[in-house]
């Protein structure tokens, strides 16, 4: 769809903006991070090859961010949405950024929904917003996903043990995809039925998990045994990228694309995958930063 | 410096609120689905960091997009979980299964001894199974699926059928979770909510039912409501008039106001084959609510509603302008928000909607709808209405 409105290698700011408005604009591009806590996103959860190739689709390079917060929180908490908009914050006043475009990854774009839901939140937000471009979602947990719910074990045993296996992050719990269900009805924007978010939010979608030692391809980045994987696959539907459903990746804002449509030799992108410079995917990012 | 700015805003919405004063109405009575707060809890400030600036946003809604409120979440289990001690396991538990490719779960809990795949034993009819695939902690995590430390998964081939199971582990010591999970399996427990929210010392109701192959499963069932701080209680639970069973409760007066959902645990046995269920539900203490006027400015496309706060903290209205379309539908063009800190007493927020998000050929009368009043502060949904202020 996306494609189809802004054509397949064209930016959607070269049809929308005027030549003038062009040159008057800034552009930048944050990374925003899934689940954890990060010190270090650009080496330990991007990768440089990712951020480089990227951010080389500005006209100038040097405007990025890569966001490091806690998202072990929930998405509302002020060490989650709250650090993201102080970092991007930051970002657009260091640099006069007028256009930003957001590349989450996972439960990053849970965070930045929250951000674009409830715009009255927090003081910062509607700067925020009114300087975004667009958001690119690259495998949004947004409907969460059963490995959440599998993961918490069936919590009432946990609390008549006394939490003794392991009490999971907010993050975690957030993810179940009936509290998605709930935060989608109740908090969050974008998703059917519910009023569309204010700013576009374009979901990159991994349908598949190409898991061999014997095929090269699952080593870029992705996961170089199927031991794990063959039983967590009994949690999934068919089309998952090993995480996340698509039925969750694609709940949320509008789908940009599904990833053998347009990988290189229509290689699926495992959620490990989506994150890294896999099969041309950075090269995708970088054209749709070019103005 | 943020106290003085406040109190000019507030200041201004008061004499703002004034000046229409002639212009008050009452806002469309409550439907059904509605959620109207028919008391007001006071509670202590909220803690943590809490924004009080007033902040007000809109944007622009395609009016050719239809909204709807989204159905309560429909759990389906396929599962269920239950504790055991070493001493179970040693000699042996009965795990009941109801198709091929059973996944057995196994946890320990803390100061349990974590096991591995070869100190098991599968069992059915005296015969020992063999396990088709497993996998422990290292390769789950490495997958994606944090799981507990010490768990195993072993997952049943297909050659196995429904029937009753022993797992054994001569070897275990401490106390055990196990977990039954049959994906391939038509045994299925059903649970939705009536609503997606609710308020302290509300009524609430889960419609439970179990099926096998599509058809109604014989069913019983206890449920346990679990707070999001995570205490609980048990909840009763009935046949329904339509079929299948429900468990409906009233909600605590004292609901923690703890950040997270709530859930109804419903624990059932289906056709002799155990089934858990989850559902969520976001539960509010009434901390405020819509005084039930409003006043608008029909030129400027602005919305006042008086608030009543018997709770200091942030709130929050919100609400989407329908507008009439030239074949007199009403249809959605613009959504607005309205936030600011209140303490205990009157107040006033505002939806200020833009002219320029209505489009040409849509004008007045206008709705107000999914008008909605929350506590940001304690990310509690306090009052909703379909349909909120005609003008």
């Known amino acids: 769809m996306r494609d189809f409105a802004c054509g397949a290698m064209l930016s959607c700011a070269a049809l929308f903006a005027t030549p003038a408005a062009s040159a008057a604009e800034v552009y930048g591009v944050a ?21 480089n190739n990227v951010r080389a689709g500005l006209p100038n ?24 908009a102080g970092q991007l914050t930051g970002f657009i006043n260091a640099k006069g950024i007028t256009k930003l475009t957001v590349i989450t990854h996972s439960n990053g774009g849970n965070v930045m929904r929250w951000i674009l839901s409830n715009p009255t939140y927090d003081s910062r937000y509607p700067n925020i917003i009114s300087r975004i471009r667009w958001v690119n979602a690259l495998a949004p947990s947004s409907a969460g996903t059963p490995l959440a719910d599998a993961v918490l074990n069936g919590n009432v045993f946990e609390t008549s043990l006394g939490w003794l296996l392991g009490y999971k992050n907010d993050a975690v719990r957030m993810q179940q995809v009936s509290w998605m269900a709930t935060y989608n009805a109740n908090n969050l924007y974008g998703t059917s039925g519910r009023p569309a978010l204010p700013k576009g939010f374009w979901s990159v979608v991994g349908t598949d998990v190409d898991s061999s030692p014997f095929d090269s391809d699952s080593w870029c980045a992705g996961y170089a045994e199927n031991v794990g994987l063959e039983t967590t696959q009994n949690w999934l539907n068919s089309c998952s990228d090993g995480f996340l459903n698509c039925s969750s990746q694609s709940a949320a804002g509008t789908v940009w694309f599904q990833d053998k449509s347009r990988m290189a030799g229509s290689e699926p992108l495992s959620h490990n995958q989506s994150r890294r410079a896999c099969f041309g995917l950075d090269t995708i990012l970088r054209n749709d930063l070019k103005i | 410096m943020r106290t003085s700015k406040f109190a000019a805003l507030a200041a201004a919405s008061l004499v703002f609120v004034a000046g229409l004063a002639s212009a008050a109405r009452p806002l469309i009575p409550a439907g059904a689905s509605d959620q109207i707060p028919q008391r007001l809890a ?19 809604l395609d009016p050719a997009v239809a909204l709807s409120e989204p159905e309560p979440f429909l759990a389906e289990s396929r599962e269920y979980w239950q504790t055991v001690e070493a001493g179970e396991l040693s000699v042996g538990v009965g795990l009941p299964v109801s198709a091929k490719g059973a996944l057995i779960r196994v946890s320990p809990a803390r100061g349990a001894a974590a096991l591995k795949t070869g100190d098991f034993d599968i069992m059915q009819g005296g ?10 902690e290292a390769e789950l995590r ?27 582990a001569p070897k275990a010591r401490g106390a055990y979770l196990v977990h039954v999970f049959e994906p391939r399996s038509d045994v299925v427990l059903h649970a939705r909510a009536d609503r997606n929210h609710a308020l302290a010392g509300g009524d609430m109701r889960v419609a439970i039912s179990g099926s096998r192959a599509g058809k109604g499963a014989r069913l019983q069932s206890q449920a346990l409501l679990v707070s999001p701080d995570g205490s609980s209680r048990n909840v009763p639970v009935r046949a329904a008039r339509n079929g299948g069973m429900e468990a409906v409760f009233k909600l605590p007066d004292d609901a923690s106001t703890t950040k997270g959902l ?3 645990q419903v624990f059932a046995d289906a056709d002799g084959t155990p089934r858990d269920a989850r559902t969520a539900f976001a539960v509010a203490q009434p901390t405020a609510k819509f005084a039930g006027i409003f006043g608008h400015d029909a030129d400027a496309l602005r919305v006042s509603l008086p608030v009543e706060a018997a709770s200091a903290g942030r ?11 030239r074949d007199g539908s009403l249809r959605p063009v613009s959504e607005a928000h309205g936030a600011a800190w209140m303490e205990a007493g009157s107040g006033t927020l505002v939806l200020q909607f833009a002219r320029a998000h209505v489009p040409a050929g849509y004008g007045a009368p206008y709705e107000v709808r999914q008008l909605e009043l929350n506590d940001q502060s304690r990310m509690a949904p306090l009052e909703s209405r379909e349909r909120g202020a005609r003008f």
């Open chain 2, 42 to 60: 006071k509670l202590p400030a909220p803690g943590g960091e809490i924004e009080r600036k007033p902040v007000s946003f809109s944007w622009a």
């Open chain 2, 315 to 325: 709130y929050e209205a919100r609400g989407t302008l329908y507008a009439t379309a």
């Open chain 2, 262 to 264: 709530w859930e109804l």
């Open chain 2, 142 to 168: 490495k997958a994606g699926m944090d799981v507990s430390a010490g768990t195993q998964v072993m997952k049943l081939g297909d050659d196995t059928g429904p029937g009753r199971y022993t797992l054994r």
């Open chain 1, 31 to 51: 990374f925003v991070h899934g689940t954890g806590k990060q010190t270090n996103a650009y080496q330990d959860y991007w990768q440089p090859a990712m951020v």
């Open chain 2, 127 to 136: 015969r020992k199974i063999a396990i088709a695939h497993a996998a422990g």
């Open chain 1, 61 to 84: 390079p040097a405007n990025y961010v890569v966001v490091n917060c806690d998202f072990t929180k929930y998405m509302w908490d002020s060490a989650a949405a709250g650090c993201l």
